[in-house]
């Protein structure tokens, strides 16, 4: 099946056109500044190998998946489906659905549990449905795969009432990327996923860390919102929530001032005052005593918070097969891998298999002797909506 998948962000649309017998990428896109006032809205695509950058009219989504919709016709593609990701499925969504009026509705509710992801998410929908009416959509829930956690992980001690009145709970994040390098990674060290026990680290812009159980999420480290956790490229991660409360009085902050601060200053930038890419903090780190002092203190920070995560969800899972390492940093950084894992008597890194493993390479990282295996498993979070988007349209 020709299956097109659709990630509607809040000013852009990344599409992908993949064959689901090849898993090859036939069409992949991205219409970029939708609705921006004073630049151009791009549109730049890959075609059969050919790449494409163009100034395009896009004032809104539904002018960007039309234009999506005219590369497919003037060049006889063909679209046997839509997958769409969705950021919240809410309490409501274990996996993913074909798309119907009650879906949307649901879709919709939820808008108020992300508001910056699912209204695009959703305008995305609508305008495939408008212009593409004959074609079956699907939603691919980020939340999805964590519906598994029990209650005793995803409570807040808080009271109980705002459980009940507005939701609140841990809903966790990035799971079709846990997911897919949950089921990969079974397969990859050729055991049954239902009696898999991994860690997966999702090391990328975001950053996540999940505890599966037999094949399940058990724990995961992003909560309520994608800021709890780890600390990222420019999110805070755990910090005491009382600091919040603390800095709003004393520079008498709005609630919207301090969200930006918490999403948008903190993190591996907010700590560096350099930058939120790893490539640069690392460079810096590995100058020693001649680098930039504050970039080498967010990576040590980085590295440590995923370790703390580590340690907590081996107890948690009593017996782990593996920790598996993806996304940008996961899949890409030797230094960064080595730099969680030394000096623990349950894993041995070989340093070659770690260097050697980067660039969409999947590869165990471990010594044989080690009692836990390092795997690095590159995610595909684009292949895993088209095939779950085939396995329901199949059906
Ligand atoms: P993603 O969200 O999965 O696209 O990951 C993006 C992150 O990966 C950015 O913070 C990049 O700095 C980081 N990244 C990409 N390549 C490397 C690399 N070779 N070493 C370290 N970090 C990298």
């Not at 309490?91 to 879709?107: A, L, N, P, T, W």
Request: proline content about 4%; charged content about 25%; overall charge negative.
């Amino acid at each position: 099946m020709n299956i097109l998948v659709i990630n509607s962000g809040s000013s852009s649309l990344k599409y992908q056109l993949i064959d689901t017998s090849t898993e090859n990428v036939i069409l992949k896109g991205l219409v970029d500044k939708i609705g921006s006032v004073g630049t151009n809205p791009t549109n730049t695509y890959t075609l059969n190998g050919n790449k494409v950058s163009e100034n395009v009219l896009a004032k809104d989504h539904k002018d960007a998946i039309g234009i999506v919709s005219k590369i497919i016709i003037d060049n006889n593609l063909k679209v046997d489906g839509i997958g769409h990701r969705v950021v919240h499925g809410g309490y409501k969504f274990f996996e993913s659905v074909v798309i119907d009026s009650e879906v949307i509705r649901y879709i919709e509710e939820f808008c108020k549990l992300a508001p910056l992801h699912n209204p695009p998410n959703l305008i995305g929908i609508l305008s495939c449905k408008e212009i593409m009416p004959d074609v079956p959509q699907v939603a691919v829930f980020d939340t999805a795969f964590h519906q598994t956690i029990p209650q005793y992980n995803y409570m807040y001690a808080i009271p109980f009432r705002y459980y009940e009145k507005y939701g609140i709970r841990k809903y966790g994040f990035h799971g079709t990327s846990h997911r897919y390098v949950t089921y990969k990674t079974a397969e990859f060290l050729n055991i049954d996923v239902n009696k898999a026990n991994f860690i997966t680290c999702h090391l990328g812009n975001g950053v996540s860390l999940t505890a599966v159980k037999e094949g399940k999420s058990y724990d995961t480290s992003m909560g309520f919102t994608p800021l709890e956790g780890l600390i990222m490229g420019t999110r805070c991660g755990d910090i005491d929530p009382s600091i919040p409360l603390y800095i709003m009085e004393k520079e008498n902050l709005s609630i919207s001032e301090m969200d930006k601060i918490l999403n948008r200053e903190s993190g591996i930038l907010g700590v560096s005052g350099i930058s939120n890419d790893m490539r640069l903090i690392e460079e810096e780190y590995l100058k020693g005593s001649e680098g930039n002092e504050r970039a080498r203190l967010a990576f040590e920070m980085y590295c440590n918070r995923i370790r703390k995560y580590i340690g907590a969800y081996y107890f948690e899972l009593g017996k782990v097969d593996a920790i598996v390492f993806t996304a940008g940093v996961g899949e890409n950084s030797p230094i960064t891998r080595k730099k969680v894992l030394e000096n623990i008597e349950l894993v041995e890194i070989d340093d070659e298999k770690n260097n050697e493993t980067v660039r969409g390479k999947a590869g165990i990282i471990s010594k044989p002797s080690s009692r836990i295996k390092v795997v690095v498993m590159p995610t595909n979070e684009e292949l895993a909506i088209a095939l779950d988007t085939e396995r329901l349209l199949s059906k």
